[in-house]
């Protein structure tokens, strides 16, 4: 989790603006890490800014920080995304990287295409693609191993447990630079 931490931290440093965007489907076990995570987040940061809810799909913490809860089709979000114009994107979602169960990790732009993001309707290289001819921003893609891709089934204790630990190393990097 420390280069992650560390990774982080140099993403979001000397950033004007960063977009977050929680991508899966809540109702694929695991696959809900991402929006987890962003639902998280918005959790926390609610309780300073009075606009913030749960139920709205994008979350404008302040003019540096923007949440997204993309779900199954993070392609319906980048109207937004070029109109918010952030220099930074991190994607967070579960990710089929034959690792270990519960590996986080960076998805480097070249391992995309190999990598599973199962539930999304256009694969993420193709969004990613059309981001950057429309906003000059850095992508950083936050991957997760899942446990469980069952349909019905909540996240796995241990999905749920890295989900929780990362909501807290990242609201403690966005706190120390953004906020």
């Known amino acids: 989790m420390e280069s992650i931490q560390s990774t982080i931290k140099s993403f979001i440093n000397n950033s004007n603006k960063i977009a977050i965007l929680g991508i899966g489907n809540y109702l694929k076990s695991d696959d809900g890490f991402g929006v987890y995570v962003v639902e ?15 139920e709205k799909e994008v ?3 302040n003019d540096k920080l923007v949440l997204m809860n993309c779900g199954v089709v993070p392609e319906n979000f980048t109207d937004v995304i070029k109109k918010e114009n952030p220099d930074k994107i991190m994607m967070i979602d579960a990710a089929l990287m034959h690792q270990e169960p519960g590996t986080l990790r ?25 981001i950057n001819i429309h906003i000059d921003t850095e992508i950083l893609i936050i991957g997760i191993e899942p446990t469980d891709l069952e349909f019905g089934e909540p996240l796995s204790g241990l999905i749920k447990e890295k989900a929780d630990e990362f909501s807290k190393l990242l ?3 966005i706190d120390s630079v953004l906020l």
């Open 171 to 173: 609201i403690e990097e």
């Open 106 to 130: 960076i998805v480097e732009s070249d391992e995309i295409s190999e990598t599973g993001f199962s539930t999304h309707s256009l694969p993420l290289s193709i969004i990613i693609k059309y």
């Open 59 to 61: 979350n404008s913490v």
């Open 40 to 54: 998280s987040l918005v959790k926390n940061y609610s309780k300073t800014y009075e606009t913030l809810y749960l």
